[in-house]
């Protein structure tokens, strides 16, 4: 069965960078979209990064635009969310969602409905 493991959370001060990872297991990532969401305590969960595994076109929430970047390495089954320039708003937990027969696109890329298959979540903690 086919299931995503998210790694790669932590803690880390203000200015930090982490790398997170999505990694499927059990199965193949569906060569349609990856997409990255987050779900800060007291607040709803919301779309961070999506990457069209087609043609790796990327998409991003403004507030994040210049320091996360999403890429995905299809021999590795894997998907990143690398996370520059880390700020304490940037504290939730992350998960990863893989999509089946969506091509995102600027108005949709963020749509939870159209994600499948999510992982169980990696805590950032962004803090002094």
């Known amino acids: 069965q086919l299931q995503l493991v998210e790694s790669g959370g932590g803690l880390v001060q203000p200015g930090g960078s982490l790398r997170l990872s999505c990694t499927a297991s059990?199965?193949?990532?569906?060569?349609?979209?990856i997409g990255w969401f987050r779900q800060a305590p007291g607040k709803e969960r919301e779309g961070v990064s999506c990457?069209?595994?087609?043609?790796?076109?990327?998409y991003y929430t403004d507030s994040v635009k210049g320091r996360f970047t999403i890429s995905r390495d299809h021999a590795k089954n894997t998907a990143y969310l690398q996370m520059n320039n880390l700020k304490p708003e940037d504290t939730a937990v992350y998960y990863c969602a893989d999509a089946e027969y969506f091509e995102p696109n600027d108005n949709t890329w963020n749509a939870q409905d159209e994600y499948d298959l999510w992982g169980q979540g990696t805590q950032v903690t962004v803090s002094l």
């Open positions: 059990g199965g193949t990532l569906r060569f349609y979209a």
């Open positions: 990457i069209s595994m087609s043609d790796g076109t990327t």
